[in-house]
């Protein structure tokens, strides 16, 4: 499906078979001499074809087409080396970029996971139902690294990128400023809420994100266009909602370890889950791998701020009130 969002400004859904994300919203924008595609779609050939098709029906010319790509994950990037031209640029973040060219190895997150309850077996059935493990880019382009604060210029829009980390660490919005228009990404959502994981340790990702959002909240937004469903029209509504979110999750966490000190598996299974299971042992292992990941970002956000302690028990990382 295609639709006109704005001047110019076209998005194509890509869809995510099987994926509770629906499908992916790629946008064009046609410009005089130089086209851009931000975000392209798994590599799979259901998310190529409605490439395909959009490419056709907009009439867009490949050899003078560049790529944005928002984040690294797989239903955002790893369709892109199938799409491009020799003479496409891609746009990427430097954080990501650097991850990326040092490989990625699942075995750290699996020890991780360990290390945060999660059993090892089920770990690893779900990273084999990953969609970044099944559908990943097998080459990854050259890329043209941007900066927090370039410009990027597509016919009559002046965007500036704005690097916007938390759901992953270098994500990158495009904001055209004179439009009110946020290019948005997997940072703000319609109906579903972005992913805040943590698997590793070193770093806070609810803080940046909760940060990102903040800085993203000073803008005039008149228009956000998201990664995955619908536009978003009163972005900043939903900014103060997307906060409010994480908010309630953070006191139900405190109220689930006041009760019992618990590592971030068990707290996971004992948190409130948008889905339709009865119990934490019905989940599909991929959404247990979604849960404990945001656990585990919600629990370094509440010991960064003093309010958690964590003890590290036979191989086991549990966590306590406190006070
Ligand atoms: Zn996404």
């Known amino acids: 499906m ?14 995510l078979p099987n994926s509770p994300l629906k499908y992916l919203n790629s946008y064009f924008i046609l410009g005089g001499e130089r086209n851009l595609i931000v975000d392209t779609g798994l590599n799979r050939d259901e998310c190529l074809e409605a490439m395909q098709q959009g490419i056709q029906e907009l009439g867009v010319d490949l050899e003078r087409t560049d790529f944005f790509i928002t984040h ?34 699942w075995e750290p997150m ?39 604060g370039q410009p990027l210029s597509v016919g009559d829009y002046n965007f500036i990128c704005r690097i916007t980390p938390g759901h992953t660490l270098g994500h990158t919005c495009l904001w055209e400023a004179e439009r009110g228009i946020l290019i948005a990404g997997d940072h703000i959502l319609g109906d579903i809420t972005p992913n805040i994981q943590c698997w590793r340790d070193g ?3 609810l803080a940046m994100y909760l940060d990102s959002l903040d800085q993203t909240a000073t803008l005039d ?17 939903r900014i103060a909602q997307l906060k409010e979110h994480h908010h309630d999750r953070l006191r139900e966490i405190g109220e689930i370890l006041a009760a019992a000190p618990l590592d971030a598996y068990q707290t996971a299974a004992r948190m409130s889950w948008d889905i339709k299971c009865d119990s934490w042992q ?16 919600h629990l370094r956000y509440l010991e960064n701020k003093g309010e958690l302690r964590v003890d ?12």
């Open 72 to 105: 690294m994950h797989a239903d955002h990037f790893a369709l892109t080396s199938r799409v491009i031209s020799p003479s496409s640029r891609i746009f990427f973040n430097r954080p990501e970029a650097e991850l990326i060219e040092a490989g990625f190895h």
């Open 110 to 148: 699996i020890a991780y996971g360990g290390l945060n309850g999660f059993p090892r077996h089920e770990l690893e059935a779900a990273l084999q139902a990953h969609p970044g493990f099944k559908h990943g880019s097998e080459w990854v382009p050259h890329l043209s690294l941007i900066q927090d």
């Open 2 to 15: 295609i639709q006109e969002v704005a001047p110019s400004l076209y998005r194509v859904q890509i869809p």
């Open 312 to 323: 590290e028990e036979s191989g086991r990382r549990v966590y306590h009130p406190a006070s």
């Open 203 to 205: 770093f806070d990702p």
């Open 221 to 237: 937004i008149r228009l956000a266009l998201p990664g995955h469903r619908g536009l978003i029209p009163d972005c900043a509504a």
């Open 282 to 297: 019905e989940f599909p292992v991929a959404q247990k791998w979604f849960a404990t990941g945001e656990a585990m970002a």
